[in-house]
């Protein structure tokens, strides 16, 4: 209940902006939460993928050191951050109005974020997603009613305001979730510099993957702001971010199968098919009713709400489906090869579609605009599913090591976690 209402929140979310801001503030509301995703990528690293594993088996003790390892590596990470975001307050390409928030919504996202997943392999998952209804859902229902009742507060800065707030939330209840850890003995500890160098090369495939994966999604935003304008990026934000809560929405299903494809993996080529089957076809019969139901409800909503200009151009909504549609499907060879530690197939395949999106959105943008977006966006998903289609089946096909079904840990892609 408490993923469905955070989901909710995301397509809420949506409308609200789209009902109280402009177009124009609409994109620039796309700029900087792709801005944002990106950032957060660089301050986190991917270093979850090395320390989940650690931090099953180790002891209370040993918890707490791993965790303030990563919270030392977040630091560092986050005033290279601000450094840049400096820089660009200074040539002038990033508006200095709305860099403190920018990087108050960075730090409590981040440090809101690793705390879910901390909760989450250490086997607490409901006050986790408590967590994660505290930062990306509750404060959406709040400022709902607050701009119907106050009309001044219909602007971008009271979004912000609220999204700041509601990580802070998180952070809270999520330190009272891990109190119980020994913080005292820290008193005297120093970062350990060598565990962090291991973490950062066990993530770094990892970085990349979650990097191409964030090029797929986010980068066509900046194209369409510097070839098409503002208050076309806003209509396709608009539209962006529904279909990103759909995919965030395949994702927590899919992450319910990971550990019974392991599992499969471990026990054999038998019951790694099995379990990919049962996937497969789970995955297709919600896809396929959320796409349908998608299609159908979008123009009547937007009839409802009055919301002309995007109604005008509900046809890029229709043509970014196909890519949505295909990305939600790739979850299921994407997690089949991350069982069998095909880390360098995701790699290739993830990069490789990266690329593909970004020369298509330079090419077709400036002549079709946003359609040519949505054109990219499918052509891109339709090179990383078949990619991960073909590298799954020669998996599949191969002989099998005997693994433990706990040996690995982890998510190849966390793309749920992200709030934009």
Not at 178 to 199: A, F, H, K, V
């Amino acid at each position: 209940m408490l993923r469905a209402l955070t989901l909710a929140s995301r397509f809420l979310l949506s409308l609200l902006l789209a009902r109280m801001l402009s177009p124009a503030e609409m994109g620039q509301y796309g700029l900087l939460t792709a801005a944002l995703a990106f950032a957060l990528l660089m301050v986190g690293l991917e270093f979850y993928s090395y320390t989940l594993r650690e931090l099953v088996p180790a002891s209370p003790e040993q918890r707490a050191r791993i965790i303030a390892d990563q919270m030392a590596l977040g630091a560092m990470a986050l005033l290279a951050v601000s450094i840049v975001v400096a820089g660009a307050i200074a040539t002038g390409s990033f508006p200095a109005r709305l860099a403190p928030w920018f990087i108050l919504i960075l730090v409590t996202e981040h440090i809101s974020l690793e705390a879910t997943r901390i909760l989450i392999i250490t086997w607490r998952p409901v006050r986790a997603y408590i967590g994660v209804f505290l930062r990306g859902g509750i404060w959406v229902y709040v400022i709902a009613v607050l701009m119907f009742a106050a009309p001044s507060t219909r602007m971008l800065e009271t979004v912000l305001v609220w999204w700041a707030l509601g990580g802070v939330l998180s952070i809270a209840f999520s330190a009272f979730s891990l109190s119980e850890l020994p913080w005292c003995e820290l008193r005297r500890y120093r970062p350990d510099i060598e565990n962090i160098r291991t973490g950062l090369k066990v993530a770094r495939p990892f970085m990349l993957t979650a990097a191409g994966a964030l090029i797929i999604s986010y980068v066509d935003r900046f194209i369409i702001d510097a070839f098409v304008g503002r208050e076309a990026l806003g209509i396709y934000t608009f539209y962006s971010t529904i279909l990103i809560g759909l995919l965030s929405l395949g994702s927590s299903v899919s992450h319910q199968f990971l550990p019974k494809v392991i599992a499969g993996y471990a026990a054999g080529r038998d019951a790694y098919r099995i379990s990919l089957r049962s996937f497969f076809w789970s995955m297709l019969a919600l896809v396929s009713s959320t796409m349908i139901l998608s299609a159908f409800a979008m123009g009547p909503v937007l009839t409802l709400l009055q919301l002309s200009t995007y109604a005008a151009n509900v046809g890029v909504f229709y043509a970014m489906l196909p890519g949505i549609f295909l990305r939600m499907l790739a979850d299921v060879p994407s997690y089949a090869l991350y069982a069998a530690r095909s880390d360098k197939c995701l790699l290739v395949c993830n990069l490789g579609s990266a690329a593909v999106s970004t020369i298509l959105n330079v090419a077709l943008i400036p002549v079709l605009g946003i359609y040519g977006a949505a054109l990219a966006g499918g052509v891109a998903s339709a090179v990383l599913f078949i990619s991960l289609i073909g590298f799954a089946i020669h998996r599949v096909g191969e002989s099998f090591k005997e693994l433990g079904a706990t040996e690995a840990i982890g998510l190849p892609t966390d793309p749920d976690m992200l709030y934009p």
